[in-house]
């Protein structure tokens, strides 16, 4: 409103300005405040934007890591050396030797938090009259208590410790009519062709939730399991979980093993990265629709104001500002408004992320208490994605001026006469 | 002074039209803000029926008869024999199908490899309608009859045990007389469930070879099919009060996480509907309010000739309402159209075992819901009311010799 403009144009080159600023900067973050509510709204928008793409990235990196975390600490761990042939054929003659060196090394490695070996095999477990085919698991206990929640997952019973020991999935159990207590015998091929023998007692019964697991697991020592499939100082895969999940390439990297494959946590658990991926090209048509549809406000502002202060640009003329300068103004007027929106959008989520990090977000009462079960947090830790803050900050500093440029390019054409002739 | 209604919408209609860029610009966005909701409704709604649909296809129809010692101990001693003639107790309306099933642990050997499924005796016949089965992609044959003593394995678990179609299996499994039953079975097919865990969970063969190996004439389980838009709950009543001791479970219950995620889907529509609405809102609200404040004379001039403060909120009111119903009306026909383009379903066989672990086929369809679109419909309109309610509150306090005094 030109009211207001007459008193704003003069001030805004007054005293404060810090030095070597240029006038227009100034005169343009002034320009801004001349329709508060206007500003307000249109920041507001963007400010909404930011929001929630950190808040939702935030919350969802905090899931995944929570989800990626517990599927890897059940069993496959972040990271599996093996026989380069075993990850496409796992068969039982694609071992590692020297399997206890081998581990050794790696634990001597900075991140690592466990390591453990593990020797695997399909074979028929018979309890009395009922027998049930099972992957049999020969395991390092102590190492498995460091590595693995299915120790923790230990439902009847107590974990491996004597030589005899096994532990077995529930619904394997429920197949087999197993208790604590009953003798089971395992039969299967050994390496070298011949029949592979052996009993054990059930001292443990696990239950994981996950059915895959609970219908076939069946843990031993591993030296038990070495002893009757006919195995020496070696083992089918070394498991290894890192303090962070990031540490992977620099674990690989310092350790190339050569003749061995490392397989990581992506291709140990295929769905769980595509499910990762799928939601996430969930989430950023969502992010694309929101961005959009604040840059078509930001249109709408820009083109009231051009509409609005014709009057104005042509007085700017009149005194021989030229029509460029008044369209860089308009863009710089843009450039801050985005700024200004960024900023509250940044604080505001920074702060509702930073705090529900330390609080964390409740997950449901069921989940929760399964969780529990697993040693797991039964809350999700949103942790603060600088990718997705940076990104949709630079989203918004683009996306703005640019919607602004379209209504702004109208300036072009005016003229000194008509504009001033304008009725509003 | 009484203004009918009509002239008020052909002066809102002509007043849109005096800032037509804008008003095409906030057109837009209610455009596309609409229309990519529906068509994200629709999305989600073929991702929680497809949810649902592959949680009752995977043997576990939408309910489902055990004894009620089955389910913890999933053998033939927990087996039971339906009544001669029995039939559920659903109106035919309802009832897609049913059939009953043989369902037991085996130990299945071939030459190398040892595994153990759950192997099922199955009616072919029955199980078109009634799980993947009857239409799972099948390499080989399929099992012809209840009779056929033949075993029909997952592709999976074919690859895993090393064997081919046309091989023979051993299959070991607890008789009803408590004691192991050993028995050669030529594999007749491999069915492929599109990767899926099914693959190598499960082994079929006819229910009545199967019954004839374990000595016995019972089955374990009794599975119900209802046809879509069946109420569940009113089912589910019928049907137990009429199953004496038996244990009636429904999908709900046997696959509690698909129902959460089913649920869940619920949630979602309108979470998604309240983040658009409200990045759309900040626009709106900016539009309409900046549509009254700009003309301040003009409504001054009207209270001034005698409108009333009542006509001036109709006219703001009736303003915005038009542009919402025009934006609404294009956007939805637009998003159905969308909808239309993409009925035949998004290919996502790229994320083939992410969607798996969701309980999702490879294909997403979307499925456009009547119930919805009317939400949107309804939400809308009430979200453009109350966005107006500000700038319609502002014309109103518009004082008339204030306004005629302005400048502009």
């Not at chain 1, 994981?208 to 895969?237: C, K, S, W, Y």
């Not at chain 2, 028995?183 to 599109?194: L, R």
Request: net charge neutral.
């Amino acid at each position: 409103m030109p009211r207001e403009a007459a008193t704003a144009l003069p001030a805004a080159g007054s005293a404060r300005r810090p030095r070597g600023t240029p006038l227009i900067v100034a005169i343009a973050w002034r320009n801004l405040w001349r329709n508060r509510r206007r500003t307000w709204l249109t920041s507001g928008g963007v400010a909404f934007a930011v929001f929630l793409i950190v808040v939702a990235r935030s919350a969802t990196v905090g899931t995944f890591d929570v989800m990626i975390d517990n599927a890897a600490r059940l069993l496959v761990g972040h990271v599996q050396l093996q026989h380069p042939r075993y990850a496409d054929d796992p068969s039982l003659r694609h071992t590692l030797q020297d399997a206890t060196t081998i581990s050794r090394a790696i634990a001597a490695q900075p991140g690592v938090a466990a390591v453990a070996q593990r020797a695997q095999a399909f074979a028929l477990v018979a309890v009395g009259e009922k027998s049930f085919a099972a992957q049999m698991m020969g395991v390092d206990p102590d190492a498995e208590r460091r590595l693995s929640t299915l120790p923790a997952a230990v439902r009847e019973g107590r974990y491996l410790e004597g030589p005899h020991d096994v532990v077995i999935g529930s619904a394997l159990a429920r197949n087999l009519g197993a208790g604590l207590g009953d003798e089971v015998v395992v039969l299967g091929t050994a390496r070298d062709g011949g029949v592979a023998a052996m009993a054990g007692v059930v001292v443990g019964i696990v239950e994981t939730g996950i059915n895959d697991v609970d219908r076939t697991v069946m843990q031993m020592p591993l030296a038990t399991f070495q002893e009757a499939f006919g195995f020496g100082d070696e083992a089918h895969m070394i498991v290894v979980r890192l303090d962070r999940i990031g540490e992977v390439d620099a674990l690989m990297a310092a350790l190339p093993e050569p003749g061995l494959r490392w397989v990581t946590w992506q291709e140990l658990m295929p769905d769980i990265e595509q499910m990762i991926d799928l939601k996430m090209a969930g989430q950023f048509i969502m992010f694309g629709l929101v961005a959009l549809l604040v840059t078509f406000s930001v249109f709408n502002t820009f083109a009231m104001t051009v509409f609005e202060r014709v009057r104005e640009f042509g007085m700017l003329m009149a005194i021989g500002m030229r029509p460029h300068r008044i369209l860089a103004m308009l863009e710089l007027e843009a450039l801050w408004l985005a700024l200004f929106g960024v900023m509250i959008g940044a604080a505001l989520s920074v702060a509702l992320v930073l705090t529900l990090a330390q609080v964390g977000i409740p997950l449901g009462a069921d989940v929760g208490a399964a969780f529990k079960t697993l040693n797991l947090p039964d809350r999700i830790f949103p942790v603060l994605s600088w990718p997705a803050l940076f990104g949709a900050a630079a989203l918004m500093l683009i996306a703005v001026p640019l919607a602004g440029f379209i209504p702004a390019l109208r300036t072009l054409r005016l003229t000194p006469v008509t504009a001033l002739r304008t009725q509003l | 002074m009484t203004m009918p209604m009509k002239l008020l919408v052909q002066l809102g209609w002509r007043n849109l039209w005096r800032q037509r860029r804008r008003n095409i610009m906030l057109l837009a966005a209610i455009f596309v803000a609409v229309a990519a909701v529906v068509l994200t409704n629709a999305l989600i709604r073929g991702v929680q029926y497809d949810m649902r649909d592959s949680a009752v296809r995977n043997l576990t129809g939408n309910m489902k008869l055990y004894a009620p010692g089955y389910r913890d101990d999933p053998s033939i001693l927990q087996g039971f024999e339906l009544a001669e003639g029995w039939q559920p107790a659903v109106a035919p309306a309802d009832l897609l199908g049913w059939t009953q099933r043989v369902s037991v642990p085996a130990v299945i050997m071939s030459e190398r490899e040892t595994r153990g499924v759950t192997l099922v005796g199955v009616s072919p016949q029955d199980e078109r309608t009634q799980s993947f089965l009857g239409t799972v992609a099948i390499d080989g044959e399929g099992l012809r009859d209840a009779d056929d003593g033949r075993i029909l394995l997952g592709s999976e678990l074919l690859a895993q045990l090393s064997t081919q179609v046309g091989r023979r299996v051993v299959v070991i499994t607890q008789g009803a007389d408590g004691l192991n039953r050993e028995a050669g079975f030529k594999v007749v097919g491999s069915y492929d469930a599109e990767g899926t865990g099914l693959e190598k969970a499960f082994a079929f063969t006819g229910r009545a070879a199967l019954q004839k190996l374990l000595d016995t004439q019972a089955v374990t389980e009794v599975s119900i099919r209802l046809n879509d838009g069946a109420n569940e709950t009113a089912v589910d009543a019928a049907v137990s009060h009429d199953v004496g001791a038996l244990e009636l479970l429904d999908w709900r219950a046997l696959e509690p996480l698909a129902a959460a995620m089913y649920e869940y889907s619920n949630v979602a529509i309108l979470v998604l509907f309240l983040i658009v609405m409200i990045a759309l809102s900040f626009g709106l609200v900016n539009t309409l309010i900046t549509a009254v404040m700009e003309r301040v004379r003009e409504f001054g001039m009207l209270r001034a000739i005698g409108m009333r403060p009542g006509q001036i909120v109709v006219q703001v009111l009736v303003e915005s309402t038009l542009i919402m119903l025009l934006g609404l009306g294009g956007g939805i026909a637009a998003g159905i159209g969308l909808t239309v383009l993409f009925a035949d379903g998004i290919d996502l066989s790229n994320f083939a075992q992410g969607v798996e672990m969701v309980g999702l086929g490879s294909r997403l369809t979307p499925r456009l819901m009547w119930d919805d679109v009317v939400l949107v419909v309804e939400l809308s309109i009430f979200l453009g009311l109350i966005g107006s309610g500000y700038p319609a509150w502002r014309a109103v306090r518009v004082k008339v010799l204030d306004a005629l005094r302005r400048g502009t």
